[in-house]
């Protein structure tokens, strides 16, 4: 079982940057391919950016690409993402994901952990 427990989130203007943290329970962590999402109101969970566990390969929604940066820590057991250049149509909750395998993953159905969810609001 694997804990996770995001952070960084709050209000911010549009133009800004934000960094979320999340970090994992257990021994395993650079097993565990990671993502992040994003839920606004109303609207379904979608995908926002994955990391393979040993962090060699990323990949990113088209909404967020040269915007957005994840990284990982595999000795703090810690995701990142680092977001910049913030629009109003990043207001969204934000759930760190992991998988039971390593690679990346942009279905929801590929994790198998989730955090509690961090908000981001971003105002115009």
């Known amino acids: 079982q694997v804990q996770l427990v995001e952070s960084g989130g709050g209000l911010v203007q549009a133009g800004g940057s934000l960094k979320l943290s999340c970090v994992a329970s257990?021994?395993?962590?650079?097993?565990?391919?990671m993502g992040w999402f994003r839920q606004a109101p109303g609207k379904e969970r979608q995908f926002v950016s994955t990391?393979?566990?040993?962090?060699?390969?990323?990949y990113y929604a088209d909404s967020v690409k040269g915007r957005f940066t994840i990284s990982r820590d595999n000795s703090q057991n810690t995701v990142y993402l680092q977001m910049s250049s913030l629009k109003p149509e990043d207001t969204a909750v934000y759930y760190c994901?992991?998988?039971?395998?390593?690679?990346?993953?942009?279905?929801?159905?590929?994790?198998?952990?989730w955090g509690q969810g961090t908000q981001v609001t971003v105002s115009s």
């Open positions: 994901a992991a998988s039971r395998a390593s690679g990346w993953y942009v279905s929801r159905s590929s994790y198998d952990y």
């Open positions: 257990g021994r395993t962590f650079s097993s565990h391919g």
């Open positions: 990391i393979t566990g040993s962090g060699s390969v990323t």
